[in-house]
């Protein structure tokens, strides 16, 4: 039989809605802020506790809201912000559906105090399962305070999905210092588990909030960026090449001062800095941009984080150029000459091509190098996962365009990415290492200072463990900054301060670990940074070596993210190729 259709209940609506608006902490957090910010407030001040699920608490200098308004700010779709259809097309609020208070009080706990300027007392104001408990007169300053405890409490499955309690905190403090950098003229704080990890100075000074919010090293490694092309106005800062970062965290877009995701302007970002830093490598930027509202459409998003552009290959370009023309005159880029050299010009004679001038001497009857063919063979014996067939005997014959090793087999020719090979070597190598607990570390004769941010502090503060297992002793240096006495050893090398923070990242990325290890993720990763590179020129000794130690991996066919090592052509290949056979 049919199930018939029916109409849902009140509540059951309201924690549908509530998922598209609330997903996490970090979202009601948003949501929240961005009230307080709509409320003109000079001074915003966010505490969370166990990352937000057990509490998450706003406070403001703004407006206050009407006590006879407080209840209606609960309702699905009351706001202020909107009187008709026309002001959808000129939103210049952050807020203007009136979901968001609905949305979190279906899935919360509620406590709010506030009072208006013109008010002498407040209101307490309580909502707890859509219902109000409690509405009465207290004594408070002018603004806001809201209280959101045991967040999605009613709902078992949504609070499963939550990740840990650090990541969540991660998240928050990514949204806070995002609105952070949207107002340079709001002061915000963000206080975790009683630490404070955000405290801007709302001076409308971008470098003073980026000190406050990343930390006062990262603006060695960005410089200005101002342009005005085609109606989009761009200002704000942008890495240098050498100060990209291992993911797009620190990528930050404002658009008419509110922050959102565009896949647009990130890849025409990227796209500027192509063939100056590597694959993987992601430049920092806080970019503001000034548009017709009329041209972008905010509302194509439940959390107003998504936009869609009316031109958005105007918007490309105007980025591109853009951030390309501030690196060229950073002397980042270099152009070609302009004047190019007539292509059939006299040519001269140079000591340098001896084999192109003229030469009486006899030419000597060519000879055997003994060197070139003192090969050393080695025997591979892993098995082909899944089949019975060995790698077969193979010499090395030599390197060629400074990113491949040519060995020789039996009637077939190997070619082996040396980058791919090497990857594999030390991902196998670091995955034992670390299972067994065998982790070098070398003590450093002057302990290291790196600066880093209050998020970072407080990822290494909960990984402590996890660090001093993979070869780093490390204790803190003032309040944001760690004092490096020893690092670890990978392959007989040291590791560099830049290592240190790639593990940093991961660590927030990720969240909590145990002291078992990293995860395959972050593995690979460090055998990628560390493994030998394209274009990187091998003695016959280093070679050798490299196809030894490939031997005696579990997996010689593949690097870790899946690309082969090595290629074959047959004897019978290459005779055909010749057209030997037919």
Known sequence: M???????????CEKIAAGEVVQNPASVVKEL??????????????????????????????????????GKAFLRHATSKLADEKDLARIGTLGFRGEALAAISAVSVINLTTRTRQSIEGTLYAIERDRE?????????PGTCIEVRDLFYNTPARLEYLKSASQ????????????????????FKLISGGRTLINTPGNRNLEDTIASVYGRNTLEDLFP????????????????????????????????????????IAKALEDAYRTLIMVNRYPMAVLYFKLDTEAVDVNVHPAKL???????????RAVYSCVRTALEKGRWIVRAPAKTPAVFSKPEKTSESPALQKNDQRVQKPRVVEETVEYNRIEMDNNIEGGSSKIPPMKVVGQFLSTFILAEGQDCVYIIDQHAAHERIMYE???????????????????????????????????LSLLSAIGYIIDEFGAGSLLVRAVPVFFGVPQSKEFLNEVISGLIRQGNKDSQGLKQDDIIRMACKKAVKANQRLSPSEMDNLIQELM???????????????????????????????
């Open 429 to 463: 190598q670091l995955t034992g290492h670390l299972r067994e607990g065998k982790m070098a570390s070398q003590a450093l004769l002057e302990p290291v200072v790196v600066d880093v941010s209050p998020i970072e502090m407080e990822a290494v503060r909960e990984n």
């Open 133 to 141: 408990v409690k509405c009465e007169e207290t004594g408070c300053a």
């Open 168 to 187: 969540e905190a991660s998240a928050v403090h990514d949204i806070v210092a995002r609105l952070a950098l949207a107002r340079l003229d709001i002061s």
């Open 552 to 582: 005696k991996t579990d997996m010689p066919f593949t690097c870790p993210h899946g690309r082969p090592v090595f290629v074959t052509l047959t004897r019978y290949q290459l005779e055909k190729m010749f057209k030997r056979i037919v």
């Open 225 to 264: 960026v101002k342009c005005h092309d085609d109606g989009v106005a761009i200002t704000g800062l942008v890495s240098k090449p050498h100060g990209s970062r291992s993911n797009r965290t620190y990528q930050s877009f404002f658009i008419n001062g509110r922050f959102v995701r565009s896949r647009v």
């Open 306 to 316: 998504e936009v869609k552009f009316r031109e958005e290959e105007r918007i490309r």
């Open 2 to 12: 049919p199930q018939r259709i029916r109409i849902l209940d009140k509540s059951v």
């Open 33 to 70: 802020v961005e009230n307080s910010i709509d409320a003109g407030a000079t001074r915003i001040e966010v505490e969370i506790e166990r990352g937000g699920k057990e509490l998450i608490k706003v406070s403001d200098n703004g407006e206050g809201i009407e006590r006879e308004d407080v």
